[in-house]
């Protein structure tokens, strides 16, 4: 029996195994790359957001006022920003009670700063462990039906009378086309993973330096005896 090389045919007439392992690998890819292109959108946004926010913060402006139009205009994707309202909105809470002690101040405030910090980096680094899961497991699923279809291929032909490379050559075609989707779905997620990786850690360093210079500054005030 003749059987087209194509790749359509070859996985049209796959088994069903092999042919679910691609439908599995076809999904994951899928969603791996809207992952990939929903990261890079965010991040993106979020160094762009940084840059502004410290653009605004070290321009010199007061820190009262400063607070009043983040919290008017809020942007979301700014982690400056996130922490800045959470330690200097603690601050000025404390700074209101009366008695409250400046060490008791800072330590609020930098609590504040700390939680909205774990914030920012369980929402940079959200669905990143997705990306890993494919990269890593992908090739073995793939391996997995290539494997599968090679070893059906080799049953048929030990059905046959004469054993040609035309009767195998197709089986062992479809199946490899499983390892090949394997890795178009793992190579990607991979990179990404690493690209991404990197990315967060350079902004979460980012926003624990601004954390620790703001810490400095609402040190200050806290140790000042100036009103607000």
């Not at 679910?20 to 993106?44: D, P």
């Not at 983040?70 to 922490?83: F, Q």
């Not at 080799?154 to 195998?168: C, E, G, K, P, Y």
Request: charged share 20%.
């Amino acid at each position: 029996m003749q059987h087209s090389m194509s790749f359509t045919s070859l996985v049209l007439n796959a088994t069903w195994v092999v042919q679910l392992v691609m439908l599995v690998l076809l999904g994951l890819s899928i969603s791996s790359w809207y992952i990939i292109w929903q990261r890079r959108s965010l991040l993106g946004e979020s160094r762009r957001a940084a840059e502004n926010f410290e653009e605004r913060f070290w321009s010199g402006i007061d820190l009262s006022r400063l607070f009043v139009q983040v919290n008017n205009e809020p942007d979301h994707y700014s982690g400056h920003e996130a922490i800045f309202r959470a330690g200097f909105k603690e601050f000025a809470r404390l700074r209101k009670v009366g008695n409250a002690e400046p060490d008791s101040i800072m330590a609020g405030a930098e609590r504040a700063m700390k939680v909205a910090l774990l914030k920012e980096q369980e929402r940079l680094e959200a669905n990143l462990s997705f990306l890993a899961t494919v990269g890593s497991v992908s090739p073995y699923i793939g391996l997995f039906g290539t494997v599968w279809g090679i070893m059906h291929a080799f049953i048929n032909l030990a059905n046959q009378n004469q054993a040609t490379l035309s009767a195998v050559a197709p089986g062992i075609a479809e199946a490899l086309i499983a390892t090949a989707i394997g890795l178009v779905a793992a190579i990607p997620a991979v990179v990404a993973f690493n690209r991404y990786t990197s990315l967060c850690e350079r902004l979460l360093h980012n926003y624990e330096t601004f954390a620790d210079e703001f810490s400095g500054i609402l040190h200050r005030k806290a140790h000042s005896k100036e009103a607000d």
